[in-house]
């Protein structure tokens, strides 16, 4: 396990928490004052009211909930979003709306999830030539279906 710090940036936000043990992800929760309704075909940047502090080489993803995507066409419009370990600002989440109808947001509803992943750092070499490969410079489709 990876420790992490929490900041709650009002005393009436709940901490995310696992929900089953085999979670790899914890719920986050709309923090806001009033419903918000996102009208279809739209995004909108919703607080969390949580910031966090981790080690070097680790980040956290937020990804989209598969329930909210599933029954309603909500997901994380940059997905997955990177909270790098020097952020220490307020976690907010771009969610959007691909649906026909309106959805709303209401104070506490779980609108995404936060993953704790590893990031390796690459170090860059430049070269004149790459090497050879059966694939090469295909791109989109060009392996076939």
Request: hydrophobic content about 35%; cysteine-free.
């Amino acid at each position: 396990m990876v420790k992490v710090l929490i900041k709650k940036l009002d005393p009436e936000v709940k901490l995310p928490e696992y929900k089953t043990n085999g979670a790899s992800g914890m719920d986050l929760k709309a923090f806001i004052k009033k419903p918000l309704n996102l009208k279809p075909k739209t995004s909108s940047l919703i607080p969390t009211g949580l910031s966090v502090a981790f080690v070097e080489d680790y980040e956290i993803q937020i990804r989209p909930r598969s329930g909210l995507a599933a029954k309603n066409n909500i997901t994380v419009l940059n997905t997955p979003g990177t909270i790098d370990s020097d952020y220490r600002g307020e976690i907010k989440v771009i969610i959007y709306n691909h649906g026909d109808d309106s959805f709303i947001v209401n104070n506490g509803d779980r609108i995404a999830q936060m993953v704790l992943s590893p990031v390796i750092k690459i170090e860059l070499e430049e070269a004149k030539e790459l090497p050879k490969t059966l694939r090469g410079k295909g791109g989109f489709g060009s392996t076939g279906k």
